[in-house]
C-alpha cells in the first residue's frame, strides 16, 4: 500500500514557479508531520520544509525562506510545497517524508527524522535551468 504520493515536478527556467504535492494515505497524514526533502547529484538529502498537520508550526531551510510555501488541505490529506523564484541550485529529486512530530525542528537535518516506522515518497524531479 502505497502511503505517500507526490507530484507536481518538471522543468522550469530561473524565476519560475512549481507547486509540488505529496497526497498521503489517511493514517499518514493524521496527526503526523510531512515534510519535504530533496537530493541532487553528489549530494547529500537535505531537508526543505515541513509542517504539522495539526497544527500551525512549520519549518523551512534558510536557502528557500521567502521563496517555497508549504501548505495542507486536511481533507485531501495532501501537503503541497509551493516554489516560487525557482534556482537552478533548487535542481533536484524532491521527496515527501511523513512521521509523528519531532520533538524539534532540527531532527530533520541530522538524518533522525522521518524515524524508521516513518514512510517516504517516490520522490519527483525539479529541473531547473539557466
Known amino acids: 500500500q502505497v502511503q505517500l504520493v507526490e507530484s507536481g515536478g518538471g522543468s522550469v527556467q530561473t524565476g519560475g514557479s512549481l507547486r509540488l504535492s505529496c497526497a498521503a494515505s489517511?493514517?499518514?497524514?493524521?496527526?503526523?508531520?510531512i515534510g519535504w526533502f530533496r537530493q541532487a547529484p553528489g549530494y547529500e538529502r537535505e531537508p526543505v520544509a515541513a509542517?504539522?498537520?495539526?497544527?500551525?508550526?512549520?519549518f523551512y531551510t534558510s536557502s528557500v525562506q521567502g521563496r517555497f510555501t508549504i501548505s495542507r488541505d486536511n481533507a485531501k490529506n495532501t501537503v503541497y510545497l509551493q516554489m516560487n523564484s525557482l534556482k537552478p541550485e533548487d535542481t533536484a529529486m524532491y521527496y515527501c517524508a511523513a512521521d509523528r512530530c519531532p520533538p524539534i525542528w532540527a531532527k530533520l537535518y541530522d538524518g533522525s527524522w522521518p524515524g524508521v516506522k516513518g514512510y517516504w515518497g517516490q520522490g519527483t524531479q525539479v529541473t531547473v535551468s539557466s
Open positions: 489517511a493514517h499518514t497524514y493524521i496527526s503526523n508531520c
Open positions: 509542517l504539522s498537520t495539526a497544527g500551525s508550526s512549520t
